[in-house]
């Protein structure tokens, strides 16, 4: 697959980040981003800032994580367009928190970008209940492959993941070139924990999602996400994702560098699906709106801020 033009412009970078992210990007300017040392604050603001003039969208499934790093955004002047991808198979209570979101944040954009592969398809083209014979080829049809389509385009991503998440995200830096999507993929809140956001979430009374009370650390996919009995919404856990499997990631935010994939999970995941009709299945490329009636931009996603 030919890799994407990069679009002619420079971003600056701090030298520590070279050897994870020496992406097409990477060009030392004089105008750096904060480091950790900075307040995520002043991180958020940086974003805005730097990103003004260019295409930036922040990715949310309605996780704590997600709706805390919203209201920071908000909190700041800033409207980015949040992507979120419906898989179809959202629980009610994430609707419902969808809804609560976009009544909150009026200023915002909240664009689905999900898959147009209805369940019903899935099911006669790939066999009935793929979540629990290939949940990695699952995962790839309903979540990967429309962010891919989603970002294109998108010089600037954001997302609320975390370094305490779990293993595999241990090492996430606050900014990085992200190879498996070709963008440059910014991490607000790499150094926090659940204790913190959630103490963040309970100050600013932000909107989070009901299942968090009732022992859900995380929530995906109905049928691929389980309550962690004990655990208080103070805690963060990945045991309730894909029970009985050794996954604990659905693809989109797995470590990769040029060339390859964690465990060639990515390279499996194609043949699998290469076999199955030959090729991905790809969204439409438009916004596709739910029943209710939300904000949606014009399609640029351009970020801007408020006077």
């Known amino acids: 697959m ?16 070279l050897t994870l992210a020496t992406g097409p990007v990477l060009h030392q300017l004089d105008e750096a981003p904060p480091d950790e040392s900075a307040s995520t604050e002043q991180f958020v603001r940086w974003t805005l800032a730097r990103f003004r003039d260019r295409t930036m969208v922040l990715t949310t499934s309605f996780g704590m994580e997600g709706c805390a790093l919203i209201d920071m955004y908000a909190r700041q002047g800033g409207t980015p367009t ?23 944040y009026p200023g915002i954009s909240f664009v689905n970008r999900g898959t147009s592969l209805s369940p019903e398809d899935q099911e006669q083209r790939y066999g009935a209940e793929l979540w629990r014979r290939n949940p990695d080829l699952c995962c790839s049809l309903r979540k990967v492959e429309p962010l891919r389509q989603a970002l294109d385009g998108v010089d600037a991503w954001i997302t609320a993941i975390t370094r305490s998440q779990s293993q595999s995200r241990s090492g996430t830096p606050l900014v990085a070139w992200d190879w498996q999507f070709q963008v440059l993929k910014i991490c607000p809140l790499a150094t926090w924990d659940r204790s913190q956001i959630w103490d963040y979430v309970r100050r600013h009374d932000v909107p989070f999602n009901e299942l968090h009370e009732r022992g859900y650390p995380t929530i995906g996919c109905t049928h691929c996400t389980t309550a962690v009995p004990g655990l208080s919404p103070a805690e963060y856990s990945r045991a309730g994702r894909w029970v009985g499997t050794d996954k604990t990631e659905c693809g989109l935010h797995e470590l990769r560098v040029e060339g390859r994939g964690v465990e060639g999970r990515e390279s499996k995941v194609e043949g699998q699906r290469s076999r199955v009709d030959g090729r991905a299945s790809r969204n439409s490329g438009s916004f596709r709106r739910d029943s209710g009636s939300f904000r949606r931009d014009s399609g640029s996603h351009r970020c801007q801020s408020r006077a």
């Open 2 to 17: 030919a890799r994407r033009r990069l679009r002619a412009f420079s971003f600056a970078y701090p030298r520590e980040l």
């Open 82 to 104: 949040v992507v979120y991808l419906d898989t179809m198979f959202f629980y009610p209570e994430t609707y419902a928190l969808r809804d609560r979101m976009v009544q909150r």
